[in-house]
């Protein structure tokens, strides 16, 4: 089956901790993106890759740190510098034709709480 | 002003109901506009694209309107299954190829017997 995966799906982690997120495409994909959702709220963006070794800071960056050592891998970390990690993090990728109509598909998520 | 503004809601509508959803969106280089839905702590997937000339999905209608940086989608013959959040996104690439889509906040849904 094609598509993305996360995990794990709930994490939980005591102040201080860094962890990493887990998100693999097998869509053979170029582009990823990370994601992060708070109730109530849309999804902003952490980081982004258009293609292998190569990534930019999205709108929150700050805490976070990713990788992108192969196509169908992009791990984030949540660093202790993180101040309000606690949220709902998505990992999406996007076929990167030069298309601006090119959709972006989700993975299923993992939930992150901070003890 | 947020880029991407949406009702929040709640709907709370009947089945068989038909019910209209709006957003508009600050950026007017924007290249191209969708809706997802979101189910309760699920991911958003992808409802449909929406065209500048409009387009219809069977149940679903999405409209956009450039000159007034707006989007609609329709819904009708609602069914229980229809509840979620809809999500209205926005690409604010504004020229550069990454595809950065912007989200709106989500309007909740709620079908009922």
């Known amino acids: 089956d094609g598509g993305i995966t996360q995990s794990p799906k709930y994490l939980f982690r005591k102040e201080g901790q860094n962890v990493t997120l887990s998100c693999e495409q097998n869509l053979n994909h170029d582009a990823m993106y990370w994601y992060r959702q708070d109730p109530g709220q849309g999804l902003r963006l952490i980081y982004y890759?258009?293609?292998?070794?190569?990534?930019q800071k999205g709108d929150i960056a700050e805490g976070y740190s990713v990788s992108r050592e192969k196509k169908e891998s992009f791990p984030l970390t949540v660093t202790s510098a993180q101040k309000n990690p606690t949220a709902f993090y998505l990992c999406?990728?996007?076929?990167?034709?030069?298309?601006?109509?090119?959709?972006?598909?989700f993975g299923p998520g993992t939930r992150l709480t901070v003890l | 002003r947020k880029e991407v503004e949406q009702d929040p809601g709640p709907f709370n509508v009947p089945e068989g109901a038909t019910v209209a959803f709006n957003c508009t969106y600050s950026n007017s280089a924007s290249q191209s506009f969708f809706w997802y839905r979101q189910d309760c702590r699920k991911e958003p997937k992808l409802l449909m694209s929406v065209y500048s000339s409009g387009n219809e999905d069977g149940r679903f209608t999405a409209q956009l309107n450039r000159a007034s940086q707006y989007i609609s989608l329709l819904i009708r013959d609602s069914k229980l299954s229809d509840s979620a959040t809809y999500l209205c996104v926005v690409n604010s690439a504004g020229g550069t190829s990454y595809g950065k889509l912007t989200f709106g906040q989500g309007t909740i849904l709620t079908v009922h017997p």
């Open positions: 890759s258009q293609i292998v070794n190569d990534f």
């Open positions: 999406a990728s996007r076929s990167s034709g030069g298309d601006f109509t090119d959709t972006q598909y």
